[in-house]
């Protein structure tokens, strides 16, 4: 089964994604979102981002506030579990 990568840190080590409030990614870099609660915004201008459009099943919505953009870099195009930051989750896979 794949894995899924963390919404803050983008991540795929087991750990307490729910709460995850790491300063940075898995790589050691700057997050560009940040966890307040149950909520993540971007960092700096803390803008409310969409936690489930991160998320493996993504999000529909769009009548909410929350931002559709990727926690991991902010592009509309894509979220966190697509992003080019994010922990690769096949271990097959070469550059």
């Known amino acids: 089964s794949a894995k899924s990568v963390c919404a ?11 709460n995850c ?3 940075h990614l898995w790589n ?3 997050v560009f979102a940040q ?4 909520e993540l915004s ?14 493996p099943k993504g999000c529909t919505d769009s009548s909410h506030s929350q ?12 979220g966190a579990q697509a992003c080019i930051r994010a922990e ?7 550059v």
Do not use: M, W
Not at 35 to 38: A, C, I, N, P, V
Not at 42 to 55: D, E, S, V
Not at 67 to 78: A, L, N, T, V
Not at 88 to 94: F, G
């Open 8 to 18: 803050t840190c983008l991540g795929i080590s087991i750990h307490q994604v729910r």
């Open 21 to 23: 409030s790491l300063p």
């Open 28 to 30: 050691g870099t700057e």
């Open 35 to 38: 966890r307040q609660g149950r």
């Open 42 to 55: 971007a960092r700096g201008t803390g803008k409310p981002i969409c936690l489930y459009f991160n998320l």
């Open 67 to 78: 931002k559709h953009i990727c926690s991991g870099c902010g592009s509309p195009s894509h």
């Open 88 to 94: 690769s989750t096949d271990s097959s896979h070469s």
